[in-house]
């Protein structure tokens, strides 16, 4: 569910911003939205050196014995930032002798200044790559000495007295000779040696570092808010957002502080934050949202219960297999007794939850490490793929089917819902359709009738109005440009049958290769377990894939856009103590 929020103006004497901020950052309850651009010489500034701090701290390597603070983190960063320079430059540096030597290295040594000096005893050289016909064509008085060979390549100086122009191109001198190359390059090594042993030693100092880049964060922070709020004679006030139940901690507050404080519903024009709370069984879900980074925007709606509900069932189909799923559920109780420190344990229950949809799956179907003729299925109706196939189908007219339900909900009593009941209709039929095309399934009479009818109710309450022409017109540009989407949508779902039957065709492909290999010897049997653990755990990492990908689309692609969900939210971030 997402909270309510109401928007606040807090108003303070402008000689008091600061011990005001400081008060509000205790509070820890107002997300705040700036009433000016937070600039400023100070913020630059601090920005800067938080820049170089996560230079710096990248660089390091983690060591276990770390260093007591001695207050010179200002003194490492701008060492390392220095060292950081000189790295750089060397590495180039080294990159472009690397280049030269394997150009030069087939020359041979030689001195390009002696060569350039011979132009003042009237005596040229140049270096040139020529061919055979090349040579003979040479111009009458410069003499071809021929270095080496290199394919149909002669690599060869061409030497003259007169100022002879020549008829093939040239090659450029080195800077210097091949062996000043070697030495330039030695010390270019020994260098970034050096460097990366000094970043070793101050490695010590990485948690040091870590803490004040998390301080300097805390710092900027505050300076964007006091330089963000809005100003007005000897006034200064922060604008922001609170969850509507903490509204009595901001008033008994701004009455303690002295305070002007102003609350209002945030209007059309306003974007306050997402803050969303729902029951423990829900709040699972949150570390699949955490890795696709997505959260509703305010107005929108909150589908995590439904997320939940479905995901589970996606997840049992697309691993589709029981072994895989009590794999799962033990890596898990594993992990979990392993990492006790950690306090967020929805990443555990989670997967306990999806694991045992896993499970129940592979039972249902008679898979358990790829089929087994052992194992029998629960339902044996789930053993045919094409009752699987329509059941994917079934899934997804139902899921979408919510998803126009919820909207009728929120439209309710206006005349508009009755467009997502005739868009409830287009589904179903484009159900029954792809039943029919795809699985010979044979399309029901009646389904005409309900394409027609729910065609109807979104032509003309699409956008029901005064002017029916325009609504007419609005409700049917709408149904032609959404119906083949419809098709689409419902379609898509039978990914949850591909990836799943593919998943299991591998896992059995893997069972058979491990038996084709037989247990004649120990060696054949040792074989045997390599190829069998090798096979299923690939299979178990690309079931994780298959999830990230066609579980989590279904829910975020299909189902929130036909819910016209744009993920277009900012989680509410309350300005608080760190």
């Given at each position: 569910m997402i909270v309510k929020m109401k928007k606040i103006i807090l108003i303070t004497q402008?000689?008091?911003?600061?011990?005001?901020?400081?008060?509000?950052?205790?509070?820890?309850?107002?997300?705040?939205?700036?009433?000016?651009?937070?600039?400023?010489?100070?913020?630059?500034?601090?920005?800067?050196?938080?820049?170089?701090?996560?230079?710096?701290?990248?660089?390091?390597?983690?060591?276990?014995?770390?260093?007591?603070?001695?207050?010179?983190?200002?003194?490492?960063?701008?060492?390392?930032?220095?060292?950081?320079?000189?790295?750089?430059?060397?590495?180039?540096?080294?990159?472009?002798?690397?280049?030269?030597?394997?150009?030069?290295?087939?020359?041979g040594d030689f001195d390009p200044e002696a060569i350039e000096g011979l132009e003042t005893k009237n005596i040229r050289v140049r270096l040139c790559k020529l061919s055979t016909r090349e040579i003979k064509d040479a111009p009458k008085g410069v003499i071809i000495e021929k270095i080496f060979e290199k394919g149909k390549i002669i690599y060869c100086a061409a030497i003259f007295r007169e100022d002879i122009k020549l008829p093939f191109e040239t090659l450029a001198l080195p800077e210097v000779s091949l062996e000043e190359m070697f030495?330039?390059?030695?010390?270019?090594?020994?260098n970034l040696v050096r460097i990366n042993k000094r970043f070793l030693e101050i490695s010590a100092h990485k948690n040091e570092l870590i803490k004040y880049e998390k301080k300097l964060g805390v710092i900027i922070e505050f300076?964007?808010?006091?330089?963000?709020?809005g100003n007005f004679e000897k006034l200064s006030y922060l604008k922001g957002y609170c969850p509507e139940n903490k509204l009595g901690i901001i008033e008994s507050s701004a009455s303690k502080e002295k305070w002007g404080v102003l609350i209002s519903e945030p209007d059309e024009n306003d974007f306050p934050p997402t803050l969303i709370k729902n029951p423990k069984w829900v709040e699972v879900i949150k570390p699949i949202f955490s890795i696709i980074n997505t959260i509703p925007g305010y107005r929108e709606l909150d589908i995590?219960?439904?997320?939940?509900?479905?995901?589970?069932?996606?997840?049992?189909?697309?691993?589709?297999?029981?072994?895989?799923?009590?794999?799962?559920?033990?890596?898990?109780?594993?992990?979990?007794?392993?990492?006790?420190?950690?306090?967020?344990?929805?990443?555990?229950?989670?997967?306990?939850?999806?694991?045992?949809?896993?499970?129940?799956?592979?039972?249902?179907?008679?898979?358990?490490?790829?089929?087994?003729?052992?194992?029998?299925?629960?339902?044996?109706?789930?053993?045919?793929?094409?009752?699987?196939?329509?059941?994917?189908?079934?899934?997804?007219?139902v899921q979408l089917s919510l998803a126009h339900i919820w909207k009728i909900l929120r439209k309710w009593p206006s005349l508009k819902a009755l467009s997502d009941i005739g868009w409830i209709a287009v589904l179903w039929c484009a159900y029954f359709l792809a039943k029919a095309l795809i699985l010979n399934f044979e399309f029901p009479s009646i389904g005409k009738w309900i394409f027609i009818g729910g065609s109807t109710l979104i032509i003309l309450f699409t956008s029901p109005g005064k002017n029916i022409f325009a609504g007419i017109g609005a409700g049917l540009g709408d149904f032609l440009?959404?119906?083949?989407?419809?098709?689409?949508?419902?379609?898509?779902?039978?990914?949850?049958?591909?990836?799943?039957?593919?998943?299991?065709?591998?896992?059995?492909?893997?069972?058979?290769?491990?038996?084709?290999?037989?247990?004649?010897?120990?060696?054949?049997?040792?074989?045997?377990?390599?190829?069998?653990?090798?096979?299923?755990?690939?299979?178990?990492?690309?079931?994780?894939?298959?999830?990230?990908?066609?579980?989590?689309?279904?829910?975020?692609?299909?189902?929130?856009?036909?819910?016209?969900?744009?993920?277009?939210?900012t989680e509410y971030n309350p300005f608080r103590l760190k």
């Amino acid at each position: 569910m997402i909270v309510k929020m109401k928007k606040i103006i807090l108003i303070t004497q402008s000689k008091d911003i600061d011990s005001t901020l400081e008060s509000v950052r205790r509070l820890g309850l107002l997300h705040v939205e700036h009433e000016n651009a937070p600039l400023g010489e100070n913020i630059v500034a601090l920005k800067e050196k938080l820049n170089h701090i996560l230079k710096a701290i990248a660089v390091l390597h983690d060591i276990k014995n770390q260093a007591i603070s001695d207050n010179k983190e200002d003194v490492l960063i701008d060492e390392i930032a220095g060292l950081l320079d000189e790295k750089e430059t060397l590495v180039e540096e080294l990159q472009i002798l690397k280049r030269d030597i394997e150009i030069w290295n087939e020359w041979g040594d030689f001195d390009p200044e002696a060569i350039e000096g011979l132009e003042t005893k009237n005596i040229r050289v140049r270096l040139c790559k020529l061919s055979t016909r090349e040579i003979k064509d040479a111009p009458k008085g410069v003499i071809i000495e021929k270095i080496f060979e290199k394919g149909k390549i002669i690599y060869c100086a061409a030497i003259f007295r007169e100022d002879i122009k020549l008829p093939f191109e040239t090659l450029a001198l080195p800077e210097v000779s091949l062996e000043e190359m070697f030495l330039k390059k030695k010390d270019c090594e020994e260098n970034l040696v050096r460097i990366n042993k000094r970043f070793l030693e101050i490695s010590a100092h990485k948690n040091e570092l870590i803490k004040y880049e998390k301080k300097l964060g805390v710092i900027i922070e505050f300076n964007e808010i006091r330089e963000g709020a809005g100003n007005f004679e000897k006034l200064s006030y922060l604008k922001g957002y609170c969850p509507e139940n903490k509204l009595g901690i901001i008033e008994s507050s701004a009455s303690k502080e002295k305070w002007g404080v102003l609350i209002s519903e945030p209007d059309e024009n306003d974007f306050p934050p997402t803050l969303i709370k729902n029951p423990k069984w829900v709040e699972v879900i949150k570390p699949i949202f955490s890795i696709i980074n997505t959260i509703p925007g305010y107005r929108e709606l909150d589908i995590s219960p439904y997320f939940l509900i479905f995901f589970s069932i996606f997840f049992g189909m697309l691993i589709g297999d029981a072994g895989y799923g009590l794999t799962y559920f033990l890596i898990a109780l594993i992990a979990q007794k392993k990492f006790k420190a950690i306090k967020d344990k929805s990443i555990f229950f989670l997967t306990y939850v999806l694991s045992s949809c896993a499970i129940a799956w592979g039972l249902m179907t008679g898979v358990f490490f790829g089929p087994h003729i052992w194992i029998k299925p629960l339902v044996p109706y789930l053993s045919n793929n094409t009752n699987v196939q329509a059941l994917c189908f079934l899934i997804g007219a139902v899921q979408l089917s919510l998803a126009h339900i919820w909207k009728i909900l929120r439209k309710w009593p206006s005349l508009k819902a009755l467009s997502d009941i005739g868009w409830i209709a287009v589904l179903w039929c484009a159900y029954f359709l792809a039943k029919a095309l795809i699985l010979n399934f044979e399309f029901p009479s009646i389904g005409k009738w309900i394409f027609i009818g729910g065609s109807t109710l979104i032509i003309l309450f699409t956008s029901p109005g005064k002017n029916i022409f325009a609504g007419i017109g609005a409700g049917l540009g709408d149904f032609l440009l959404k119906l083949v989407n419809s098709f689409a949508d419902i379609v898509s779902y039978i990914r949850l049958f591909a990836v799943g039957l593919a998943g299991v065709a591998i896992a059995n492909a893997f069972n058979q290769i491990a038996g084709s290999i037989g247990t004649a010897s120990f060696l054949s049997i040792l074989f045997s377990a390599f190829v069998l653990f090798a096979g299923h755990t690939l299979n178990l990492a690309m079931g994780i894939l298959s999830i990230l990908v066609h579980g989590v689309r279904l829910n975020v692609l299909e189902f929130s856009g036909h819910l016209d969900m744009e993920w277009s939210g900012t989680e509410y971030n309350p300005f608080r103590l760190k």
